[in-house]
T-cell receptor, first 110, second 117 residues
């Protein structure tokens, strides 16, 4: 079993829909990252969080440390949100090493 | 708009040749990472530096890979000799941390797409 599990693997939505991507992890963590990778290949760091909730524009990330679970929400989805969304965790301890989920491929149709 | 700059963007080389990839982190960032992405393995950490000192290179095949930071504005990843299985996209990322950890997230470069034939 992978240390970081994402669901769903693939997600297709219509423009305007509310999107939720889930991430579960099995290790103790000091931080969780949500990354976005566009078809062109570039990676953008969306959020780094260790508790609670963060919001940036139409994106919201939440984390529940007790349940070892995080969600990424996209409100009013748009075709330009189509990308692979990757969850990554940094474990407790001194290392900066991230363990990555396999990603969720999101397609938003107009 | 601050960005992490990687060169080259694409590299095609023959097996056995030396490959050098370069990264210019964001000015003021004190932590620099090298990641490799393949279809099979996804993203993997190869090595990272804090204040130019290597802290973890356990993800790197030591016999052929080397990573250095000759100064605060340049990180290099070298493969010698290259092999077809090294074909991947190599990303550099940088971040800033107060104390022992990066606190404010990372910025990724655009990556170097390496093809070894």
């Amino acid at each position: 079993k992978n240390e970081v599990e994402q669901s769903p693997q693939n997600l297709t939505a219509q423009e305007g829909e509310f999107i939720t991507i889930n991430c579960s992890y099995s290790v103790g963590i000091s931080a969780l990252h949500w990354l976005q990778q566009h078809p062109g290949g570039g990676i953008v760091s969306l959020f780094m969080l260790s508790s609670g909730k963060k919001k940036h524009g139409r994106l919201i990330a939440t984390i529940n440390i007790q349940e070892k679970h995080s969600s990424l929400h996209i409100t009013a989805s748009h075709p330009r949100d189509s990308a692979v969304y990757i969850c990554a965790v940094r474990s407790t301890g001194g290392s900066e090493k991230l363990v990555f989920g396999k990603g969720t491929k999101l397609t938003v149709n107009p | 708009d601050a960005r992490v700059t990687q060169t080259p963007r694409h590299k095609v080389t023959e097996m056995g040749q030396e490959v050098t990839m370069r990264c210019q982190p964001i000015l003021g960032h004190n932590t620099v990472f090298w990641y490799r992405q393949t279809m099979m393995q996804g993203l993997e950490l190869l090595a990272y530096f804090r204040n130019r000192a290597p802290l973890d290179d356990s993800g790197m095949p030591k016999d052929r890979f080397s990573a250095e930071m000759p100064d605060a504005t340049l990180a290099t990843l070298k493969i010698q000799p290259s092999e077809p299985r090294d074909s991947a996209v190599y990303f550099c990322a940088s971040g800033f941390g107060l104390g022992a950890r990066v606190n404010y997230g990372y910025t990724f470069g655009s990556g170097t797409r390496l093809t070894v034939v």
